[in-house]
C-alpha cells in the first residue's frame, strides 16, 4: 500500500513557476512509477509527465508535448518525493494536479494503469 500526498499548488500569473511536491509512505518507494496527471473542470484526467525506471534500473522521465520544455520531473529517493518543477505557466495549466504510483517499468499515459492516487492538489494560472 502506497499513500501519496500532494502539496506545493496556488495562484500564479502566467509566466510565473510553481514546483509541486508528492510525499510518499512506504519502504518501496524507489520501485515505483511515479505520475503527475491533471484534471481541469470539464475535461478528463490527463498525462503531465511520469518518472520510471527501466529493467536496467536508468530512470526515465517522460512528457505530455503540451509540458515539454516547461515543466520537469525528479524525484528523491532518500525522501520518497517526487517533484514536478513548473515554469512558463500558462493560464491552460489550471488544474487540480494529481501525484500517482504503479509498480512498472514501460511507459504509460494512461490513468487507470495507475494505482495508487493523492487527493491533489489545485494549481491556477491567472492575472
Known amino acids: 500500500q502506497v499513500q501519496l500526498v500532494e502539496s506545493g499548488g496556488g495562484l500564479v500569473q502566467p509566466g510565473g513557476s510553481l514546483r509541486l511536491s508528492c510525499a510518499a509512505s512506504g519502504h518501496t518507494f524507489s520501485r515505483y512509477a511515479m505520475g503527475w496527471f491533471r484534471q481541469a473542470p470539464g475535461k478528463d484526467r490527463e498525462f503531465v509527465a511520469a518518472h520510471r525506471w527501466s529493467v536496467d534500473l536508468i530512470y526515465y522521465k517522460d512528457y505530455a508535448d503540451s509540458v515539454k520544455g516547461r515543466f520537469t520531473v525528479s524525484r528523491d529517493n532518500a525522501k520518497n518525493t517526487v517533484y514536478l518543477q513548473m515554469n512558463s505557466l500558462k493560464p491552460e495549466d489550471t488544474a487540480v494536479y494529481y501525484c500517482?504510483?504503479?509498480?512498472?517499468?514501460?511507459?504509460?499515459?494512461?490513468?487507470?494503469?495507475?494505482?495508487?492516487w493523492g487527493q491533489g492538489t489545485q494549481v491556477t494560472v491567472s492575472s
Open positions: 500517482a504510483a504503479r509498480l512498472g517499468s514501460d511507459f504509460t499515459a494512461s490513468p487507470s494503469m495507475y494505482e495508487y
